[in-house]
């Protein structure tokens, strides 16, 4: 059984920087290899939102309001995904949710937290 993990999250001063990370258990590195990878983020009241995303053999793509901000990356090896998120604004705050396309199936993680004072 596949499982998304998401951890970093918390509470950061406009400016400032977090760093997610999205840990995927029960599967092999081979397939996270190929695997397409996504964070998304909801604010309260708010739909679910695309944020950047990362696939095999492809440019990462972002969102345009975190374009310059915000850096998607993978650990194969360690099967992890990060958000590297700088100059954190207001409205970056949310519930920030890791999702995987692995074994033909969609994953989703239970989501981290992410507050942001002014």
């Known amino acids: 059984q596949v499982h998304l993990v998401e951890s970093g999250g918390g509470l950061v001063q406009a400016g400032g920087s977090l760093r997610l990370s999205c840990a995927a258990r029960?599967?092999?590195?081979?397939?996270?290899?190929?695997?397409?990878m996504n964070w998304y983020r909801q604010a309260p009241g708010k739909e679910r939102e695309f944020v950047a995303g990362?696939?095999?053999?492809?440019?990462?793509t972002y969102v345009d309001s975190v374009k310059d901000r915000f850096t998607i990356s993978r650990d194969n090896s360690r099967k992890t995904m990060y958000l590297q998120m700088n100059s954190l604004k207001p409205e970056d705050a949310g519930v920030y949710y890791c999702?995987?396309?692995?074994?033909?199936?969609?994953?989703w993680g239970p989501g981290t937290q992410v507050f942001v004072s002014s």
């Open positions: 999702y995987g396309r692995l074994y033909n199936r969609d994953y």
């Open positions: 029960g599967t092999i590195t081979s397939v996270f290899n190929s695997a397409t």
């Open positions: 990362s696939n095999l053999g492809g440019s990462p």
